[in-house]
């Protein structure tokens, strides 16, 4: 089967898919819009519709990091099947497939890692002093005069 086949097959199958997605992300904002006109006509309050959204659980660069690493060895994956289907010398539509799937990985990781940076600090307690950079093991100087 000729190559450009493969990678209009994929292609479009790949526009179907985000086609759907982003019909179906429409029509659900849209029921939405209609829900929340039909609560301020009848008088509830909106607070009454949504219960806030549940925060997530853990550090948001844990996610991105570990996201990206699992999408970046995904595209190797598909390199690696890539070579094995089409040889060493053809790149096919896989090894595409595999170089998008791989910045996307590097992507995600250095976001995680950026908001790993940037991550707003663990506050003071009340006696000034933060759990996060505490070291157990290492005692001052006055702490040992002390004892």
């Given at each position: 089967m000729d190559p450009?086949?493969?990678?209009?097959?994929?292609?479009?199958?790949?526009?179907?898919?985000?086609?759907?997605?982003?019909?179906l992300v429409y029509?659900?904002?849209?029921?939405?819009?209609?829900q929340i006109l039909a609560a301020i006509e009848k008088g509830t309050p909106l607070s009454d519709l949504k219960p806030p959204k549940a925060q997530?659980?853990?550090?948001?660069?844990?996610?991105?990091l570990t996201g990206g690493i699992a999408i970046f060895f995904i595209g190797l994956a598909f390199m690696s099947a890539g070579r094995g289907i089409w040889g060493m010398g053809n790149a096919g539509p896989w090894t595409?497939?595999?170089?998008?799937l791989c910045g996307v990985g590097l992507a995600w990781v250095?976001?995680?890692?950026?908001?790993?940076k940037y991550q707003e600090k663990t506050p003071l307690s009340a006696n000034g002093?933060?759990?996060?950079y505490k070291n157990p093991v290492s005692?001052?100087?006055?702490?040992i005069s002390q004892q």
């Open positions: 450009a086949i493969i990678v209009f097959i994929v292609f479009s199958s790949m526009a179907i898919v985000a086609i759907v997605i982003g019909l029509f659900g904002k849209r029921l939405e819009h209609k997530p659980v853990g550090p948001t660069w844990i996610r991105y595409f497939v595999a170089f998008i250095v976001r995680g890692l950026l908001y790993r002093s933060t759990t996060e005692t001052s100087a006055p702490e």
